[in-house]
Nanobody, 114 residues
Framework: QVQLVESGGGLVRPGGSLRLSCAAS????????MGWYRQAPGKQREPVAAINNPGSTYYASSVKGRFTISRDNAKNTVYLQMNSLKPEDTAVYYC????????WGLGTQVTVSS
């Protein structure tokens, strides 16, 4: 089993920045990759960014150039640096990990509003 705990969400003005963290614990050796999804009200959950064990990254086209995913293997933590935030980035952001099974955090709210 793997447990994921997100932190770092909040309210920010358009153009601002936030950094999300996802701390993982448990059977880390099972994991092939980690990433972030988001779900806005009335919309389906969608992938935002991911990073795999060799360190390759993926970004949704809507966040490319604004968001950066990174990881600290010593701390078993994945980060999502979000810059130039827009109102349409408002959503609950979920940490995701996969390694035979899928694991999800409980989510952290990000609200971009003036």
């Amino acid at each position: 089993q793997v447990q994921l705990v997100e932190s770092g969400g909040g309210l920010v003005r358009p153009g601002g920045s936030l950094r999300l963290s996802c701390a993982a614990s448990g059977n880390m050796f099972r994991l092939n990759g980690m990433g972030w999804y988001r779900q806005a009200p009335g919309k389906q959950r969608e992938p935002v960014a991911a990073i795999n064990n060799p360190g390759s990254t993926y970004y949704a086209s809507s966040v490319k150039g604004r968001f950066t995913i990174s990881r600290d293997n010593a701390k078993n933590t994945v980060y999502l640096q979000m810059n130039s935030l827009k109102p349409e980035d408002t959503a609950v952001y979920y940490c995701h990990a996969e390694g035979g099974e899928e694991y999800w955090g409980l989510g952290t709210q990000v609200t971009v509003s003036s």
